[in-house]
């Protein structure tokens, strides 16, 4: 298992396009939420099975998971932080 991360405490920078990333907040998210810090650039969110679109119909990734990794897609490069701390 190892040592706790605190997310708010260890952005991630994205590039513009596609950028893998893991999901470090220990409970789950609506995408939304997660992703607030980055909601300006955000285009996509893929997980394996699921994706989600700012803004778009049929979205079947509706929760981020810890321990997870998902395909983000931003417009412009920018600094994701998830929200919240180690628990």
């Given at each position: 298992?190892?040592?706790?991360?605190?997310?708010?405490?260890?952005?991630?920078?994205?590039?513009?396009?596609?950028?893998l990333?893991?999901?470090?907040p220990?409970?789950?998210?609506?995408?939304?939420?997660?992703?607030?810090?980055?909601?300006?650039?955000?285009?996509?969110?893929?997980?394996?099975?699921?994706?989600?679109?700012?803004?778009?119909?049929?979205?079947?990734?509706?929760?981020?998971?810890?321990?997870?990794?998902?395909?983000?897609?931003?417009?412009?490069?920018?600094?994701?932080?998830?929200?919240?701390?180690?628990?």
């Open positions: 298992a190892g040592l706790a991360i605190n997310p708010s405490e260890n952005s991630l920078e994205l590039v513009p396009g596609w950028n990333v893991a999901y470090y220990s409970t789950a998210l609506a995408p939304v939420t997660a992703l607030t810090s980055i909601s300006t650039y955000l285009l996509e969110v893929k997980s394996a099975t699921q994706s989600y679109v700012p803004g778009g119909g049929g979205n079947t990734l509706t929760q981020m998971e810890s321990g997870q990794g998902y395909w983000i897609k931003v417009s412009s490069a920018c600094t994701l932080t998830y929200p919240g701390s180690a628990r």
